[in-house]
Nanobody
Framework: QVQLVESGGGLVQPGGSLRLSCVVS????????MGWYRQAPGKQRDLVAR???????NYAESVKDRFTISRDNAKNTVYLQMNSLKPEDTAVYYC?????????????????WGQGTQVTVSS
């Protein structure tokens, strides 16, 4: 059974930092793109940052120069380093991964989500 498990959320003061981690476990063939999304109360889930299997990245304008996404392919893990946090960064952060699986000898691709981790930026 495939699982994405996030960790690292919490309460932090404005200007502070947090590092989120997301580990992919289970029987997978490979991982394509991985990303972080966030959803504030009453709002839609939006992309924060995404990284391809080759290491190319893209970010939401609101987090550029403050957040850094990275991945460790050997550990099936994606990270989000968040610096200079602002109250408007408060949200539930979700990990997403495009996984390649094998079923009956055939490969297929499917997107998976983690359960989410709360990030609260407040004094």
């Amino acid at each position: 059974q495939v699982q994405l498990v996030e960790s690292g959320g919490g309460l932090v003061q404005p200007g502070g930092s947090l590092r989120l981690s997301c580990v992919v476990s289970g029987s997978i063939f490979s991982i394509n793109a991985m990303g972080w999304y966030r959803q504030a109360p009453g709002k839609q889930r939006d992309l924060v940052a995404r990284i391809t299997s080759g290491g190319s990245t893209n970010y939401a304008e609101s987090v550029k120069d403050r957040f850094t996404i990275s991945r460790d392919n050997a550990k099936n893990t994606v990270y989000l380093q968040m610096n200079s946090l602002k109250p408007e960064d408060t949200a539930v952060y979700y990990c997403n991964a495009d996984l390649v699986l094998v079923l009956d000898g055939s490969k297929y691709q499917r997107g998976y989500w983690g359960q989410g981790t709360q990030v609260t930026v407040s004094s």
